[in-house]
């Protein structure tokens, strides 16, 4: 099983971008899907979570009304709609998933990481 995230790239403050996460050989969905993202020098953060059981979605109040978190269940895949881009955005972000239901926790160690994909907001 694996998570592999596309969508990165460089944009400028104020422009949108849709990171996506394909999750492959899973036998069984993921409960928890989400976001994290790190920059350079500093902690890694949650971004956005949400549950394969449809309600259930976490923000952090960092991209709180800039960011979306979705799922495409059917499709495997994990979605980041990201608006009104600002250069302290700018990280590697990251899709993670496990097969518990975290939404009482969800900023913790997930079981399935993928490698990252670049976005880099410039001023």
């Known amino acids: 099983a694996r998570l592999v995230e596309s969508g990165g790239g460089l944009v400028r403050r104020g422009d949108s971008l849709k990171l996506s996460c394909l999750a492959s050989?899973?036998?069984?969905?993921?409960?928890?899907m989400a976001w994290f993202r790190q920059a350079p020098g500093k902690a890694r953060e949650l971004v956005a979570a949400i549950n394969r059981t449809p309600g259930w979605t976490s923000v952090a109040d960092s991209v709180k009304g800039r960011f979306t978190v979705s799922r495409d269940t059917a499709k495997n895949t994990l979605f980041l709609q990201m608006d009104n881009l600002k250069p302290e955005d700018s990280a590697i972000y990251y899709c993670?998933?496990?097969?518990?239901?975290?939404?009482?926790?969800?900023?913790?160690?997930?079981?399935?990481g993928g490698p990252g994909t670049q976005v880099t907001v410039s001023s």
């Open positions: 993670t998933a496990d097969f518990r239901d975290l939404s009482s926790a969800p900023d913790q160690a997930y079981e399935y």
């Open positions: 050989g899973f036998t069984i969905r993921p409960q928890t």
